[in-house]
């Protein structure tokens, strides 16, 4: 048997995805991902949650014969501003939750001890600990998927900074006078490269005249144009599609030059939807971002998709919480 | 007596500035500081450091009594890309050279043993060691002069990086279609904010018309207009000057925002000439930061002028020697 378990809660603004990650290495086992119902409300999500770690935990154990006290614990992470301490969701404008302790939900519903964290840093633990960044002295992680945020990693450790928001990548203003993002503000990455982003970008071009499989494809309601539909045309070689997504590459190229020329990381991990958009976008991400960053520093740095698709977030809420047991690591 | 000292040596674009400080504590002495001759070559500015910096120390010496052996070394800051194992400047746009060995160089004309940093990690360090943001656990240095630079310490260390070039901020693309930089590229936040952008922007406007004292400062030519030129307006109440330093405020402003969201610091400290130009622009530099940046960080945050003028860098370069010798600090 490959115990002992820790799960990790993966709750992003589209999917909830959990799984058990053995401590000692190997792949997460006893996986499930259903589409996050955020709208439901928080306690709604807490119940789904539980009901699928139970699912998970129940398949893994009968399948490889360990007992339950093999499950040590619940490493969650969750989109927004998140206060550590005390395991709560502050704010995460991609689910609508306001001040909810989720983790102390998860840990009464599942009888566990739990940690909370923001999902890009869970997602580049992942990519740090089992991943694209295996052991890397300084690492930046960049989730895109709803929307874009990242993680920023020193010697093992994540940066939390003042207030425990450290790493939120997807709203640095690259355009100033640019894109009006959800967050309030013009001009964020996120207003330009996020899942929601390119879509958006997408639909105004076919507005505007562009001609494109993506009209068929979402029946000729192009409203209906999601960033997954434009990887879909991507797939079938459509034109269109694929400026979209160099013109995203550009964006993200931009994001990640203004964190080699502040951070000087060893690896950028890219993680997220659009990394399965295929990997020439790396090319044009790369060139955007030699572009604009101090040359020592980009010459120093690898910019790499994600080696865990899927997975990363689930992964990297496991490790955190692994991390924090005392004794280990 | 107030020995024992280290040396500081700031190597500015427009300035250099060089004096004795105490290890113990207490303000720098025997400060000397003139212009920059960058045009003649490095060797003839290390020359004329030596010659700065053998005054400095018979003036110390002679008034505090003490003997040179109290004298321990000198900290080098200079600005560029530096290569600190090898006490090399690789390339510094703002002074014009390439691969010099400045650390070796000053060491054999002084007989002291040298560290060499860049002039904004410097300026940061000071600023943390013996300024505005003194023991604080996550300080982002932001320096505005001849160009816009930056350092970002942790814990009472300097963020150096993969290759030792963390902290370039005013190398980060505030504006993606933006001014042309120096550096070549498009945006930078020191295409907006450095001095020389500042008198660019200014004479851009009064040669579409504004009204400004300025004409009359320059003697009628405006090319002659720098910053410090503006500064003088702003003290005699010219509106033209307070609207181009109102503007910078909000470009400082973006680039604090990113800062703010990426590495969710306890303190920001400005430092440089546009200190000098008035502390109201804090109000506008904290307002735009405020609305780029999310709620908890900015929170957490102080954005501050730094308390060191004229000599952050030099206490900063000798704070970083001492900090390297083994057992202090």
Not at 274 to 280: C, K, L, R, W
């Given at each position: 048997m490959s115990g002992p378990w820790v799960v990790g809660v993966d709750i992003g603004g589209t999917n909830l995805v959990v799984g058990l990650v053995p401590v000692e290495g190997g792949e997460p086992c006893g996986l499930r991902s259903q589409s996050t119902q955020s709208e439901q409300g928080p306690d709604a999500t807490v119940k789904e949650i539980g009901r699928m770690v139970a699912d998970a935990i129940e398949d893994v154990l009968s399948k490889e014969g360990g007992a339950s006290d093999q499950v040590l614990g619940v490493g969650i992470g969750c989109p927004g501003s998140i206060d550590r301490p005390r395991g709560?969701?502050?704010?995460t404008p991609n689910l609508g939750w306001v001040d909810y302790p989720i983790s102390t939900q998860i840990a009464n519903l599942l009888q566990l001890p739990t940690v909370l964290d923001n999902d890009a840093n869970c997602a580049t633990y992942g990519e740090w600990w089992r991943g694209a960044g295996q052991g890397v002295e300084h690492l930046v992680g960049i989730t895109v998927g709803t929307g874009v945020g990242g993680g920023v990693m020193f010697d093992g450790r994540i940066l939390r900074g003042a207030s425990g928001s450290a790493g939120e990548v997807g709203h640095t203003t690259i355009d100033l006078n640019g894109r009006r993002c959800s967050c309030g503000n013009y001009g964020c990455l996120e207003a330009y490269a996020s899942g929601a982003s390119i879509a958006l970008r997408a639909v105004e071009g076919l507005r505007a005249g562009s001609q494109s499989v993506l009209t068929e494809l979402a029946d000729g309601n192009?409203?209906?144009?999601s960033a997954a539909l434009i990887y879909e045309a991507l797939q079938l070689g459509d034109e269109y599609a694929r400026e979209i997504m160099l013109e995203t590459a550009k964006f993200l190229g931009i994001g990640i030059a203004n964190l080699i020329n502040i951070l000087n990381p060893d690896v950028v991990v890219v993680v997220g939807g659009?990394?399965?958009?295929?990997?020439?976008l790396f090319g044009t991400i790369r060139e955007e971002a030699q572009e604009r960053s101090f040359k020592s520093a980009f010459e120093a740095c690898k910019i790499v998709p994600g080696q865990l698709p899927e997975t990363a977030g689930v992964i990297g809420a496991a490790g955190i919480f692994i991390s924090e047991i005392p004794g280990q690591l």
């Open positions: 709560m969701v502050r704010t192009i409203n209906q144009i659009v990394v399965g958009a295929g990997d020439y």
